[in-house]
């Protein structure tokens, strides 16, 4: 048995994909996992510095760490209408004005950019302490990602740009998020196949799936857990496919010429 570190989020589509593996209902050809639940920022890091053997990480990070992985073609975040939001609490929007960012190598960070295509004064914060600061902060404006696209209307928050919708009309592409990635040298195909596996057997199993999503997501309605793996688990979840790559390959074109402005 070979054991390798799996680093993931403790959002419900990354529980929901992986929750074949996580309850131990799938063969996953004599490889072990120890998993490791973080926030995607902290993933991010942990990718760069090499630590992980299998790790969810943002598309945009992917530049920063591509010497050391390579990505799979399934399990990820890749969509239409799944981007990140940019809101605020109360006013318009102000590009001179401090934004709030879920992590500096985020997916939603270079979305921001290609938004406001001009240099911008950020603050990065995880994203669960991000959304606490819009909501007590009046004039507060940040980039939410997550579940809180289902919430932040409730919460009195106001949407300024969906960044995902300013990518799609502009582009035409959809909107890669994140994927998984896994150390080089490792078999690819086999890490694809268990994580396949995996997304099976919860598809075939989605009451199991499903709660145990709500196990760490416990401070989420079951209406918005739902309404989470409804969105971001999809067809691309299971392959790429020949879209998903075009459209990936298009954002890291795109991320190359904005980081040549730098």
């Known amino acids: 048995m070979t054991e390798l570190t799996l680093g993931i989020s403790p959002c419900p589509n990354d ?4 929750s074949g ?3 131990g209902k799938i063969q996953t050809e004599g490889l072990e996992f120890r998993v490791d639940f973080q926030d995607v920022e902290t ?3 942990r990718a760069q510095a090499g630590a992980m053997d299998v790790v969810k990480i943002s598309y945009a990070n992917f530049v920063h760490c591509r010497d050391s992985y390579d990505l799979l073609p399934n399990g990820g975040a890749l969509g239409r209408g799944v981007g990140p939001l940019l809101l605020s609490n109360g006013g318009g929007w102000d590009p001179d004005g401090e934004v709030l960012v879920p992590g500096e190598y985020t997916t939603a960070n270079f979305l921001l950019d290609f938004y406001a295509n001009r240099p911008l004064r950020k603050r990065f914060l995880p994203f669960d302490a991000l959304y606490a600061e819009l909501l007590k902060t009046p004039g507060a ?3 939410v990602i997550h579940e809180k696209r ?3 209307a409730v919460d ?7 960044l995902g919708d300013f990518w799609e009309s502009g582009t035409g592409y959809a909107i890669p998020l994140g994927a998984i990635a896994a150390r080089k040298g490792l078999d690819q195909g086999q890490l694809a196949e268990v994580v396949r596996a995996s997304l099976r057997w919860a598809q075939t199993h989605d009451l199991e799936a499903f709660a145990l999503c709500r196990e760490y997501a416990s401070d989420l309605n079951p209406e918005v857990v739902r309404a989470h793996i409804a969105l971001y688990v999809n067809s691309f979840s299971e392959d790429v496919g020949p879209e998903g790559q075009a459209a990936v390959d298009f954002f890291f074109r795109k991320q190359q010429e904005f980081m040549g402005r730098d």
């Open 150 to 152: 289902f919430t932040y």
């Open 156 to 162: 009195g928050l106001h949407l300024l740009q969906d």
């Open 43 to 45: 993933l991010n890091s």
């Open 15 to 18: 529980v929901y994909i992986f």
């Open 141 to 143: 404006q940040g980039v």
């Open 21 to 23: 593996l996580l309850l």
